[in-house]
C-alpha cells in the first residue's frame, strides 16, 4: 500500500494538474455546504485539501465533514491552483481536490487541541499525552533542529579525524561526582550494573588502544537530587 506519493510541505505551483496521494492528521476542518476544507498535516507541513461536491462523490464528503481533528486520512486527488492563497505558507498557492479518502484511524475527544495550544498548558498533561505533545509544530521544529546540530557536530568531527565510538552503557560503578543509577543482574543474584555517568573510564582505554581522536553524542545517567540545573538522564557530546 502507498500512503503518500508527496509529503504535505512540498507540493508548489509546479505540480498544479498533478494526481498526488497524501497521508496526514486532520489539522483543522471547515464545512461550507457545498464545499469543504481540510487542512492536512505531517511533520513536513500542512496542505489544504477540498472536497467539493462538483468533484467529489457525496458518500466521500459525508464521511469527511465527521471527521475530528487528528484522524487519520489518505486522500488521492488533483492538485490545482488556490483561488485564495495563503502565503504564510510554502504549499499556500495549491489546493488539492479529493477523488478517493480512506480513513486510517477515527481519533476520540482530544485533551488539547494540537493546532493553537498554548505554550503553558500544563507540563503533567504534556508529558502524560506526550505522543499528542510531541505532534506539535513547535516540538516537531525542535527534534528537527536537534537532529540538524547532532547531524552537523557529526559531520565536523568526521571532516577533523575523530573516530565516533559507543561506549558500554551497563557497566561497573565507579567513583564519579554523583550517585549511580544500578540495574539488577538477573542471573547473578544480590549483584548490579550500574549506567555510565560519563564515558570517562571508557575513553581512556580507548586512548591507551591507540584510538587517538575520538567522540561520542554520549547517555549520561546522574542519581541526583531534583533541582533546576539537574537532569537524572542527559545527553552530551563527550570528545577525547
Request: hydrophobic share 35%; with cysteine.
Amino acid at each position: 500500500m502507498t500512503y503518500r506519493s508527496h509529503n504535505l510541505g512540498e507540493l508548489r505551483k509546479g505540480n498544479i494538474g498533478q494526481v498526488v496521494t497524501l497521508s496526514g492528521w486532520v489539522d483543522t476542518k471547515r464545512d461550507l455546504g457545498r464545499l469543504t476544507f481540510i487542512d492536512l498535516r505531517d511533520r513536513e507541513g500542512k496542505t489544504q485539501i477540498v472536497f467539493d461536491i462538483d468533484y467529489t462523490s457525496r458518500d466521500i464528503i459525508e464521511k469527511a465533514q465527521k471527521l475530528r481533528n487528528e484522524a487519520v486520512i489518505k486522500v488521492v486527488g488533483e492538485v490545482k491552483e488556490r483561488a485564495s492563497k495563503n502565503l504564510n505558507i510554502p504549499t499556500g498557492e495549491i489546493e488539492v481536490f479529493v477523488k478517493e479518502l480512506e480513513i486510517l484511524n477515527q481519533c476520540e475527544v482530544l485533551p488539547f487541541q494540537i493546532t493553537g495550544i498554548e505554550e503553558n498548558l500544563n507540563e503533567n498533561i504534556r508529558l502524560k499525552y506526550r505522543y499528542l505533545d510531541i505532534r506539535r509544530p513547535n516540538m516537531i521544529q525542535n527534534l528537527k533542529m536537534r537532529h540538524r546540530m547532532i547531524m552537523a557536530i557529526r559531520n565536523y568531527m568526521d571532516q577533523a579525524g575523530f573516530l565516533d565510538v559507543d561506549t558500554p552503557i551497563l557497566t561497573k560503578s565507579t567513583p564519579e561526582g554523583a550517585r549511580d543509577f544500578l540495574v539488577p543482574s538477573r542471573i547473578n543474584g544480590g549483584t548490579f550494573y550500574a549506567l555510565p555517568q560519563s564515558p570517562q573510564i571508557f575513553k581512556q582505554l580507548l586512548m591507551i588502544g591507540g584510538v587517538e581522536k575520538y567522540f561520542q553524542i554520549a547517555k549520561c545517567f546522574r542519581d541526583e537530587d531534583l533541582r533546576a540545573d539537574r537532569q537524572p538522564e542527559f545527553t552530551q557530546l563527550d570528545v577525547e
